[in-house]
């Protein structure tokens, strides 16, 4: 199993839309995951950290379920700058420091 | 707010030379990393390094060398450049908080040509 999946997409949805992305990981024992943006050509960006079952920042809420090993990204009220590509981020299993990217889900929001 | 500051946006050099990209961070992080990013192959780990002088290969370390004098400072090196190290470099840094990874932080990067 690898490290880290992601379901690349793209997702293509309506503004106004609400949209989840799923990530499933490998290490049981990982205790911080991120999700990250990127757009196109430029550097990943975080966007939340989640270091227990959940976190929420304004539209965006991420949910952890340790017991099946994902992580989801839920994105409400999708506006047009959320067109973009967002990455998985989980521990790596043989290094503290290292983190594991997965290779990210694409979306694009449509008006 | 974090800044990991990349030497170079825009970077052209031919086969054969010894090509330097350098990166610096200004939050005192411990550990810093490179990074290529390649259309369908996602982010992988040249090497990176939890403290000065330290360095640890990552996933594709061949063809690559990397120095850190200097906490602040990590550069990557290519030995002898060659076409297929024609990429995205990625340069980031982390604080170091024991068994709790911590996110990274990415510079802007280095589009890399090599002709």
């Known amino acids: 199993r690898k490290e880290v999946e992601q379901d690349p997409g793209p997702f293509n949805v309506p503004e106004g839309a609400t949209v989840a992305f799923n990530c499933t990981y490998s290490?049981?024992?990982?205790?911080?995951f991120f999700w990250y943006r990127q757009d196109c050509r430029k550097e990943p960006k975080l966007l939340m950290s989640v270091y227990s079952s959940g976190n929420e920042d304004g539209r965006f809420t991420a949910q952890l379920n340790r017991a099946s090993q994902y992580i989801s990204l839920l994105i409400r009220d999708s506006k047009l700058s959320d067109s973009a590509t967002y990455l998985c981020v989980v521990p790596g299993m043989d290094s503290s420091y290292k983190l594991i990217f997965g290779s990210g889900t694409r979306l694009l929001v449509r008006p | 707010d974090v800044k990991v500051t990349q030497s170079s946006r825009y970077l052209v050099k031919r086969t054969g030379e010894k090509v330097f990209l350098e990166c610096v961070q200004d939050?005192?992080?411990?550990?810093m990393f490179w990074y290529r990013q390649d259309p369908g192959l996602g982010l992988r780990l040249i090497y990176f390094?939890?403290?000065?002088?330290?360095?640890e290969k990552g996933d594709i370390p061949e063809g690559y060398s990397v120095s850190r004098e200097k906490k602040e400072r990590f550069s990557l090196i290519l030995e002898s450049a060659s076409t297929n190290q024609t990429s995205m470099y990625l340069c980031?840094?982390?604080?170091?908080?024991?068994?709790?990874?911590?996110?990274?932080?990415f510079g802007d990067g280095t589009r890399l040509s090599i002709l």
């Open positions: 939050m005192d992080h411990e550990n």
């Open positions: 980031a840094s982390s604080l170091y908080l024991g068994s709790m990874n911590q996110p990274q932080h």
């Open positions: 290490n049981s024992a990982s205790q911080s």
């Open positions: 390094s939890y403290d000065v002088k330290m360095k």
